[in-house]
């Protein structure tokens, strides 16, 4: 199984600031993908960070936004942009291994606070 | 209405028992349905995941898929405390690139 990383970890951040999410896997990976999952809720998801090109991001989420990046194939960023406190949330970094779309990995997941 | 229903809990139960934890669907073009565990502040990570209808046995776990009835089913046996956490079950179709999560079920096994 793939070894993901996230950081940070946990964040306390300003409104109207913004902030970048790190995520490395550990081997090359053919998806990578972006979730929120808001207190007791279940995961949604914001984009499919594709390598090489821009992500394809799911309704309700736009890429002024939430810009990705995925310079290679087992790195790739996620910006929360002029955070308001309703951006307060989980969010985790997932990654499916060649071959497979069915057995996704996950990072730790950054716990972000808008104040 | 959701394509994923999952009873949030919580749901407590004593050490030893048998747990039950289920998941209904809508669409019948899933045809792979995983279970994923996700401790407190900690990303879900993949317990068990089955094709199409079935069984599937791993040690203390089952999962079970009825696609007649578009229902799954995980059942934890002699429950421990260590299995307290939240269970989140998930579904994918074969053409589809990205899982559907139903909200998960918070378990608590009190020792």
């Known amino acids: 199984s793939a070894v993901i990383s996230q950081k940070p970890s946990r964040d306390i951040c300003q409104r109207g600031t913004s902030l970048t999410i790190q995520c490395q896997v550990d081997?090359?990976?053919?998806?990578m993908f972006w979730y929120r999952q808001q207190p007791g809720q279940s995961l949604t998801l914001i984009a499919t960070?594709?390598?090489?090109?821009?992500?394809?991001?799911e309704s309700g989420f736009v890429i002024d936004k939430f810009p990705i990046s995925r310079p290679n194939l087992t790195f790739s960023t996620l910006t929360v942009s002029n955070m308001s406190p309703e951006d307060s949330s989980i969010y985790l970094c997932?990654?499916?291994?060649?071959?497979?779309?069915?057995?996704?990995?996950f990072g730790q997941g950054t716990r972000l606070t808008v104040v | 209405q959701k394509e994923v229903e999952q009873d949030p809990g919580p749901l407590s139960v004593p050490e030893g028992a048998i747990v039950s934890l289920n998941c209904t669907y809508s669409?019948?073009?899933?045809?792979?349905f995983m279970w994923y565990r996700q401790y407190s502040r900690k990303g879900p990570e993949l317990l068990m995941y089955?094709?199409?209808?079935g069984n599937k046995e791993d040690g203390r776990f089952t999962a079970q898929v009825d696609k007649s009835s578009k229902y799954i089913s995980l059942f934890i046996r002699d429950s421990q405390p260590s299995d307290s956490a939240t269970y989140l079950c998930?579904?994918?179709?074969?053409?589809?690139?990205?899982?559907?999560f139903g909200s998960g079920t918070q378990l608590t096994v009190l020792p």
């Open positions: 997932s990654a499916t291994p060649p071959g497979s779309n069915t057995e996704a990995f």
């Open positions: 081997s090359q990976v053919t998806m």
């Open positions: 960070a594709n390598q090489g090109s821009e992500a394809t991001y």
């Open positions: 669409n019948s073009a899933f045809q792979y």
């Open positions: 089955t094709y199409s209808s």
């Open positions: 998930a579904m994918i179709s074969g053409s589809a690139r990205q899982l559907t």
